[in-house]
């Protein structure tokens, strides 16, 4: 027996329509994967970049008055 040429089309459809959810599924996944990724990076600079902020602060504070005012001039 043959299928209406119409169902067949609609089926066709919705098995592409599965497969490119599908694919769209592991992209996303695989997005959050980097997502997560970058926001780890971006903690570890921020942190790296206080750390290096007090150092400096630090660093400044130990310096002679004279030599601070020649720096912030």
């Keep these: 027996m043959a299928q209406n040429p119409l169902l067949e089309n609609i089926f066709e459809r919705v ?3 599965l497969l ?8 996303n996944l695989l997005l959050e994967e980097q997502v997560a ?3 780890q ?7 790296r970049l206080n750390t290096a902020k ?3 602060e ?3 504070e130990r310096l002679p008055s ?3 005012s020649k720096v912030k001039k």
Excluded at 20 to 27: A, D, P, Q, S, W
């Design 20 to 27: 490119r959810h599908e694919e769209l599924k592991r992209t």
């Design 37 to 39: 990724q970058l926001e």
């Design 54 to 56: 007090i150092r400096v």
């Design 41 to 47: 990076e971006r903690d570890s600079m921020k942190s």
């Design 66 to 68: 004279e030599a601070l």
């Design 15 to 17: 098995e592409r329509l």
């Design 58 to 60: 630090s660093l400044l």
